[in-house]
């Protein structure tokens, strides 16, 4: 089962010199080093509201698997989905 986050809730996360997340906290919980399992971006909406997304799929070390996303314009990082 996956739950989707549509209020896509803040996350920390840790990335290396090239932006890439290496390490994922959330609620206080710090859930180690991460796999990235995918990565894809999303550009859309130049005639509204803009959204421009990194976007990763990871798995944690404590075997956490959930997409993340870096909201580049706001310079955020967000939860978007946790899978079971």
């Known amino acids: 089962m996956t739950r989707v986050y ?3 809730p803040l996350v ?3 990335t290396d010199a ?3 997340p ?4 959330m609620d206080g919980t710090d859930h180690g080093e991460l796999g990235i399992c995918n990565r894809w971006r999303v550009d859309d909406g130049w005639w509204r509201e803009p959204v421009a997304r990194a976007c990763y799929k ?3 070390r404590s075997g956490l698997l959930c997409t993340i996303f870096l909201d ?3 310079g955020t990082w967000h939860l978007e989905r946790l899978f079971d």
Do not use: K, P, S, Y
């Not at 290496?22 to 906290?25: A, D, E, F, G, H």
């Open 12 to 14: 920390q996360v840790e």
């Open 22 to 25: 290496v390490r994922l906290r």
């Open 72 to 74: 580049e314009i706001r």
């Open 6 to 8: 549509a209020d896509h």
């Open 18 to 20: 090239a932006g890439v």
């Open 58 to 60: 990871v798995v944690t």
